[in-house]
T-cell receptor, first 112, second 112 residues
Framework: DSGVTQTPKHLITATGQRVTLRCSPR?????VYWYQQSLDQGLQFLIQ???????AKGNILERFSAQQFPDLHSELNLSSLELGDSALYFC???????????FGPGTRLLVL | SQQGEEDPQALSIQEGENATMNCSYK?????LQWYRQNSGRGLVHLIL?????REKHSGRLRVTLDTSKKSSSLLITASRAADTASYFC????????????FGKGTHLIIQP
């Protein structure tokens, strides 16, 4: 158990819909990262927040957005969902920057 | 572009043997991390090696880093059936971007 929690574990929805994935980092960790894992793209970094502020963007689509709240939990919002958005979405956290990132169990999203 | 490229893509060995996986990367790095993933589940952090370190040990794991060759290796000694998993190397390259760039991974199968 990494100490990073993610909800829900599984999510099934339809194309065009919007979903919100939630992540609670390890106690004391200020950085939260979101990653997407799919069969064709592998593991890709989406976005990072550090102490409530957006820190870095990776391969995140414009239809996707995220935020980190004052209690440091984070949410990833996926809208206008397409079949190709079906993937495992991971959240990770670290104490600061350039430190070990601990991953949550992931949310498996299936878009039908 | 991928920062980490693992080699081989797949490896099958007998229980008790040693397993070696290699990782090559393209740009300069701050640190390199190795993760394990069991079939579609969360990523488990194994070890982090910093750019100024050459070798690191953790239990049955030994990681080396050669920054001149832009490569790293992960050695698992005295393998066990429970080591069957996919292994990924991931790196941060700094420049304000702390998100990890992952390779496609090495799928390791330990035959009992």
């Amino acid at each position: 158990d990494s100490g990073v929690t993610q909800t829900p574990k599984h999510l099934i929805t339809a194309t065009g819909q919007r979903v919100t994935l939630r992540c609670s980092p390890r106690s004391g960790d200020l950085s939260v990262y979101w990653y997407q894992q799919s069969l064709d793209q592998g593991l890709q970094f989406l976005i990072q927040y550090y102490n409530g502020e957006e820190r870095a963007k990776g391969n995140i689509l414009e239809r996707f957005s995220a935020q980190q709240f004052p209690d440091l939990h984070s949410e990833l919002n996926l809208s206008s969902l397409e079949l190709g958005d079906s993937a495992l979405y991971f959240c990770a956290s670290s104490v600061g920057r350039i430190e070990t990132q601990y991953f949550g169990p992931g949310t498996r999203l299936l878009v039908l | 572009s991928q920062q980490g490229e693992e080699d081989p893509q797949a490896l099958s060995i007998q229980e008790g043997e040693n397993a070696t996986m290699n990782c090559s990367y393209k740009t300069s790095i701050n640190n390199l991390q190795w993760y394990r993933q069991n079939s579609g589940r969360g990523l488990v952090h194994l070890i982090l090696i910093r750019s100024n370190e050459r070798e690191k040990h953790s239990g049955r794991l030994r990681v080396t880093l050669d920054t001149s060759k832009k490569s790293s290796s992960l050695l698992i000694t005295a393998s066990r059936a429970a080591d069957t998993a996919s292994y990924f190397c991931a790196a941060t390259s700094g420049g304000g971007a702390d998100g990890l760039t992952f390779g496609k991974g090495t799928h390791l199968i330990i035959q009992p």
